[in-house]
């Protein structure tokens, strides 16, 4: 009896992990990064990022496991705590933390006890490191580029905090950024003793340092003799027109900065090697150009000669670390929707080689002082990230953390397909292909195409919170992600062919996607619908004017008028280069493929979301798009939020988003009921 009890039991709960992920579920994960392994090569610490609907707020916490496994262990609780950061000696731990009522440097022991502030500077801190010698922290702080001391900043915050006006004067471009007013503050890097005290900053004067970025590798690297700081800056006069950031390099002392680099194009990423003799980086040649492949240098500090190690990989460089014997580079690479890690020998002249790849996107590469062991980070479309190591000796990868194991247990994450078709000028253009859960190639499943931004971009293997795919499957579409014309990961040319054609050649191997799909005994023609943001907005606001083959769209944050985008729009370098000049020089290029031109072809149900904090794709160009469709009559729906940009982040706002977005699919792709016998 007991034997028939266990086993109902397996069974039910067999059944019950076979349901499909719901936004509740999405919630739930928790969202690991920053890995960062001891000096000694025995603990790895880790942030762990939890969402707390009720309260409608993201928490996050520092956590530490041993690397050779076993039980995480949480080494904050109180506040948001985050960018921990290993002393040389292993014995402590710097690390940011709000805990106090303000962001700023904390310590604690390595065990989590005797945490104490560091800091108390008004401007906040932020992007923390350990010097090597053990004796400074270098930090980034948003201060007053005309002070000199923090008497001077935090009396000009207060000034500013009590002042009876908020107005705002501008003299030059680049007022606005993302998301946020450009505020008579600067982002610089300062120097403060590990014990405390007055910091120093390095970087005085009036630009961002580092150079302000999405994402990738810090803007900023310390030398291993502590005796020289290197950092991201661009310096140019128009910073709304360029891209042309360069590594300099300063005393930890201060004073006069060194530029070390001379790319048309963006330096960045910089890495010392742990010997001293070298320094790598990643750069762009193109001037103007923040699509432009991503290339891995380096440069013998005492000759000051250049090397560029991937002129024959035509593929971008994410990030990139060093061997701890300073003769290897290793680095990732994006490479058809996957990223892998790759290896260079300094002092060789072969080609890169693969060291860990396959269906998933790998990141955050760090070795153990015998460089036998290489901590990383993995995810892919059916598995959010965690942490695994990778042994030398047998090449054998395990999991360090499993800390999703038990929600991702709950629920069927089906992985990813691919297919294939012949797409614009016969080129070769991929998608990837998630079906619906309990998946029967009998039926007919409506169909939803998600378009990716950028426009150079791409779909990838790799787990998102915004536009999972888990979740729009899980409510019975099969969910299609081409990578067209403009993608990354599929060559430079592949990726530039969207350059001043963003309604040509990408819409062409979208619509031949479409049609391949139509032709599948699976598919339905008769429900296929059409979502993306920013470009992929964009995109799907050409569809709208341009084929009548769906029958719902959904555009998020989408370009609808070019000529006003580009009046409206922050970083002008961006619609510059894709349409050769602004309007007044190219007219004929914004007239061509701006959606707001083919109003009156438009018929397609369609919801419209935008965040008004969005200065990337400002609201305007939602409400346009609106205003066009309930003009011409067409079924439509607005939806904004006022506490959001480009991205959709608070917790509340992603589940109304998410449930949104569905309910509008469903409604216009519900199957037709049968006839009345």
Request: proline share 7%; net charge negative.
């Amino acid at each position: 009896m007991l034997r028939i009890l266990c086993l109902w039991a397996a069974l039910a709960v067999s059944l019950t992990a076979a349901k499909p992920l719901d936004v509740d579920g999405l919630m739930r994960m928790k969202r690991l990064s920053d890995p960062q392994l001891s000096p000694d090569g025995k603990t790895v610490l880790f942030v762990v990022q939890t969402v707390d609907l009720a309260e409608n707020k993201k928490t996050s916490q520092i956590y530490r496991i041993p690397l050779t496994g076993g039980t995480p262990f949480a080494l904050t609780t109180e506040g948001n705590n985050d960018r921990p950061r290993w002393a040389p000696d292993s014995k402590s731990i710097a690390y940011i933390s709000d805990r106090g009522g303000s962001s700023q440097i904390w310590m604690m022991n390595a065990d989590g006890t005797s945490a104490k502030a560091v800091t108390k500077i008004a401007t906040e801190a932020a992007g923390l490191t350990f010097f090597p010698d053990g004796k400074k922290l270098l930090f980034v702080s948003e201060v007053y580029p005309e002070c000199t001391d923090e008497a001077c900043n935090e009396k000009k915050l207060a000034d500013e905090k009590a002042s009876k006006t908020k107005a705002r004067v501008y003299t030059s471009l680049l007022y606005r950024h993302w998301t946020t007013w450009q505020s008579k503050r600067r982002s610089h890097l300062l120097v403060v003793p590990v014990e405390g005290g007055p910091s120093k900053d390095l970087t005085p004067g009036p630009f961002e340092v580092p150079t302000f970025s999405l994402g990738g590798p810090d803007g900023y690297a310390i030398s291993p003799d502590s005796k020289e700081v290197c950092y991201v800056v661009n310096t140019d006069a128009d910073q709304a027109l360029s891209t042309n950031s360069n590594l300099y390099t300063v005393s930890p002392d201060g004073g006069e900065a060194t530029k070390i680099t001379s790319t048309p194009g963006a330096d960045v990423s910089p890495a010392y090697s742990p010997d001293g003799q070298w320094i790598a980086w990643r750069a762009q040649k193109t001037a103007g150009y923040e699509a432009d492949r991503w290339r891995l240098f380096v440069m013998k500090r005492s000759e000051g000669k250049v090397r560029d190690l991937t002129e024959g990989i035509n593929l971008n460089i994410q990030s990139l670390t060093w061997t701890p014997d300073s003769t290897r580079l290793f680095f990732t690479v994006e490479d058809r929707g996957r990223q892998s890690i790759q290896m260079f020998v300094i002092n060789g002249a072969g080609s890169a080689r693969s060291i860990v790849s396959g269906n998933a996107t790998y990141d955050d590469m760090q070795f153990t002082p015998d460089a036998k062991t290489i901590v990383f980070t993995q995810q892919s479309g059916s598995r959010p990230t965690e942490i695994y190591r990778v042994n030398s000796a047998d090449g054998q990868i395990t999991a360090l953390t499993k800390m999703n194991d038990v929600v991702v247990a709950d629920y069927d994450l089906p992985t990813f397909e691919e297919i294939t078709v012949n797409g614009a000028e016969g080129a070769k253009v991929s998608s990837f292909v998630l079906k619906p859960n309990g998946f029967d190639p009998k039926q007919k499943y409506p169909v939803l195409f998600l378009i990716h931004g950028g426009p150079q971009g791409a779909w990838n293997e790799a787990w998102s919170y915004r536009w999972n795919p888990q979740i729009f499957a899980a409510a019975g579409f099969v969910v299609v992600m081409p990578n067209p014309r403009g993608s990354t990961g599929y060559g430079q040319k592949f990726t530039d062919e969207i350059n001043n054609d963003w309604g040509g050649k990408v819409y062409e191997d979208i619509m031949a996607t479409v049609d391949n799909v139509a032709g599948q005994p699976w598919a339905d023609p008769d429900r296929f619908a059409a979502a993306g943001g920013s470009y992929g907005g964009y995109m799907v606001n050409w569809m709208l004017g341009h084929t009548t083959k769906f029958k719902a769209l959904v555009s998020h944050a989408g370009v609808y008028d070019l000529r006003s985008m580009a009046g409206e729009t922050e970083e002008l370098w961006f619609v510059n280069w894709e349409f050769r000049g602004m309007p007044w020089d190219n007219p004929d290029s914004y007239a061509k493929w701006s959606p707001s031109y083919f109003a009156n072809e438009f018929r397609t149900p369609m919801l419209v979301i935008h965040g008004d904090l969005d200065y990337r794709v400002p609201l305007g160009q939602g409400l346009q798009l609106f205003t066009a469709l309930q003009m011409k009559k067409v079924p439509s729906k607005l939806l904004t939020f006022p506490d959001e940009g480009h991205w959709i982040g608070k917790p509340q706002n992603s589940l109304l988003w998410y449930q949104s977005v569905l309910d509008w699919v469903t409604e216009w792709t519900k199957k037709p009921a049968p006839p009345t016998p």
